[in-house]
């Protein structure tokens, strides 16, 4: 049975103050329960202050990046032992505003992925499609693409110890949403070309849905049998409601 993860993904907000006031809110509210793993991606430079907040909580820590070396004249990069140095037992890798913004191509997103798990992190692999390219009918042309240059580079045999998240970036701040429906049929998707791999490690994989989830939705998303959870961006930053999203995972 494949348990629930709700990853909160921070962006570029925070400061020092506001990490430890928003972790210790969320492990309050979170309480005994609920049974779904969670886990909380910060800036980089509060990622020493948040695993100090996280300690004697089960909440774990990841980041949002990684560069694709392990050491030397990259100024500005983190590496993934640095990240796992302070804490990190997950890494974001190909966000799409990573691809968006920054450029970065399927095969660089393939090489982080990589690096994540050479440096002891789980990487969070994001694939997903553009409002244009859902109503040009490419969805699955896209996320097969996005998935399959990790597939070919890594090996199925990787998935074993990550986890793949699918955000249709069209659903990203924007406060439109992938219905349930929607939602779990890309997952299925997603869930086919790993399990047509290695149908042992494709069912054991956990596919999450990020896109402007929210308490109100998260109860019908995560209900849908191929979604095993959420990668969620603004809701993130509150702690009681998004306790309420990680309620939703059981």
């Known amino acids: 049975m494949r348990i629930k993860l709700v990853a909160g993904n921070w962006k570029m907000h925070g400061s ?17 329960g609920p049974s779904s793993e969670v886990a909380v991606c910060p800036p980089f430079v509060y990622l020493l202050d948040a ?6 909580t089960r909440i774990r ?50 090489a982080k992925y990589g690096a994540a798990q050479r440096d002891g992190l789980v990487p969070i ?9 859902r109503e040009s009918g490419v969805t699955e042309a896209v996320v097969e693409r996005q ?7 890594a090996g199925i045999e990787s998935f074993s110890s990550s986890v793949v998240a699918y955000e249709p970036v069209w659903a990203i701040g924007t406060g439109r949403t992938a219905t349930p429906e929607q939602a779990q049929e890309v997952h299925a998707f997603i869930r086919g ?13 956990r596919i999450l849905y990020g896109g402007s989830v929210k308490p109100s939705n998260a109860g019908d998303l995560f209900s849908m049998p191929d979604v095993d959870g959420g990668l969620v961006g ?15 995972g059981g």
């Open 147 to 153: 998935l399959r240059a990790v597939l070919d580079d």
């Open 51 to 56: 695993a100090s907040a996280l300690q004697g």
């Open 125 to 133: 692999l994001c694939v997903g499609e553009t409002l244009e390219e």
């Open 234 to 248: 603004g809701a993130s930053l509150e702690a009681e409601g998004f306790a309420g999203i990680c309620r939703a």
């Open 193 to 205: 070309i790993l399990t047509g791999d290695d149908d042992t490690i494709g069912n054991s994989v």
């Open 16 to 32: 020092r103050q506001q990490t430890r006031t928003l972790i210790e809110g969320l492990a309050a509210a979170l309480g005994e």
């Open 61 to 110: 820590l990841g980041a949002q990046n990684l560069a694709t070396e392990e050491s030397g004249a990259f100024t500005g990069e983190v590496a993934g032992s640095m990240l796992r140095d302070v804490g990190c037992h997950y890494v974001i890798v190909g966000h799409s505003e990573r691809r968006s913004l920054y450029g970065e191509t399927d095969a660089l997103v393939a």
